[in-house]
């Protein structure tokens, strides 16, 4: 289970501009979830970061485009499942649509055929479904070698992996080595699209770990409310409430820090 591009990205500038609600109270374990993200980024800057550096010089950009188009296309098998799970019957079409034509059509998805013809894509997964029927997401954790989850998400990843076609493709003995294999791929392709996001964090982050948490946690609210999350009144807003009860008028809030 991943963070898609362009909302971890859109979560990221809102982490600059201050829109992020979540604090302590989603990270219990924040000493240990801090000592294992240091353990991550270690292996993030050892290995992983000069792999996705390697590949994005070695393979032209319609090459990473095509390797990227085939997995997304992979997952649209696991959207349509979490959509039936949600009741979301014309997502169910048109990702069902989707995915007939690009594995056809579009070379087993290699090609984005789908999109210009109305069918976009879509981002579901069971800790989505999960929370769409009203499980909490439980407190912020930062898995080894996975990074951000909750307990929520980390019981999704059980549910995507029965959902996931790789592992129907072979018997027991090539499903790991290919489902593995090709998850390799899969995760160096993703950090290689998320480079240019790291900028964005270094140059921005005091705290990177704040940062990240703050995006991840706004990224997957975004998702599972499907664009629009509920409000979160703030220790703000109760101030600027009891201000308005004493004085009769409502102060202009400053942008929140």
Known sequence: MTLPKVIFSMSLLGSITGCATT???????????????????????MILKPLAES????????????????????????????DLFQLKFSQVISDTGRFLVNTTAGLLGVLDLSTPLGMPKHHEDFGQTLGY??????????????????????????????????????DNADVRRFYW????????????????????????AIDEYSFVRGAYLQSREYLVHDGTPPQVKSEEADLFDDLKGKAGQTPQASPQP
């Open 55 to 82: 590949y994005k010089a070695v393979l032209p950009s319609p090459a990473r485009t095509g390797i990227s188009n085939f997995f997304s296309n992979l997952d649209d098998v696991v959207v349509i499942a979490n």
């Open 181 to 204: 294999s090709t998850n390799t791929l899969k995760v160096i392709d993703m950090r290689a699209q998320l480079l240019d996001v790291q900028k964005v964090v270094d140059a921005a």
């Open 23 to 45: 604090g302590h109270q989603a990270d219990p374990l924040e000493p240990l979830n801090r000592g294992v993200y240091a353990f991550n980024g270690d292996m993030d800057q």
């Open 133 to 170: 029927w009203g499980v909490p997401q439980g407190p912020y954790v930062v898995l080894p070698f996975f990074g951000p989850s909750n307990f929520r998400d980390i019981a999704g990843r059980v549910g995507d992996y029965f959902t996931d076609p790789r592992i129907y493709y072979t």
